[in-house]
């Protein structure tokens, strides 16, 4: 079965500073990630998603998502953080099972 | 488009009392239907999936049970809540499609608290 991990319990960055979250995924064949972002009290919202083609993903809010094979990773970056990304994300792939999240990122962000 | 609605949002139980959670989808046939819990600063946790009406897989034993009456309906259910059912419960969606590439499309979620 898959599995997911973010090394990244909590990151704090500056408004307009770049960002980038860490995700590692195991997987044996190629996997499909994602990246979900979820406001304090609020359901998840897809960010972006792989399954196959060009391997930087643009998705929503300006994050963009690379995958790298070599180093089974799916990190999520920003170039420029805005006070409302302040949240939690997390990073998901599915496999030979239903979709496997990590434990998340909690992202804060300050003046 | 599709919408997926859960009720109640909030819910206080005292221990013992029994559970029902309810998860509906709009918009789309067969879907995928799920069950997670999220507990403070544990992630997601999946309770239970289902890819059929009357179909239901178990990932974590429990005392808590998921049906599946009607193919856009999904009820999580206890019949005696302990402290530790206490949390964020989350329904999710997907088209189910073979092969993969089920992106999950979530409900808002019902804060449980069991005293």
């Known amino acids: 079965a898959q599995s997911v991990t973010q090394p990244d319990i909590h990151i704090t960055v500056s408004e307009g500073a770049s960002l980038e979250l860490r995700c590692n995924y195991s997987y044996g064949a190629t996997p499909y990630l994602f990246w979900y972002v979820q406001s304090p009290g609020q359901g998840l919202q897809l960010l972006l998603k792989y399954f196959s083609g060009d391997t930087l993903v643009q998705g929503i809010k300006g994050f963009e998502a690379e995958f790298k094979r070599s180093q089974s990773s799916f990190n999520l970056r920003k170039p420029s953080v805005h006070w409302s990304d302040a949240a939690e994300y997390f990073c998901?792939?599915?496999?030979?099972?239903?979709?496997?999240f990590g434990k998340g990122t909690r992202l804060s962000v300050i003046a | 488009s599709q919408t997926i609605h859960q009720w109640p949002a909030t819910l206080v139980q005292p221990v013992g009392s029994p559970l029902s959670l309810e998860c509906t989808v709009e918009g789309t046939s067969n879907p995928n239907l799920y069950w997670y819990r999220q507990a403070a600063g544990r992630g997601l946790q999946l309770l239970f999936y289902?890819?059929?009406?009357?179909?239901i897989s178990s990932e974590v034993p429990q005392n808590l049970s998921a049906s599946r009456p009607q193919d856009r309906q999904f009820i999580l259910s206890s019949k005696k809540l302990l402290l530790s059912d206490s949390g964020f419960y989350l329904c999710a969606w997907s088209p189910g499609l073979a092969g993969g590439q089920n992106e999950q499309f979530f409900g808002p979620g019902t804060r449980l608290t069991v005293l």
């Open positions: 289902s890819v059929g009406i009357g179909q």
């Open positions: 998901a792939v599915e496999g030979n099972t239903p979709l496997v």
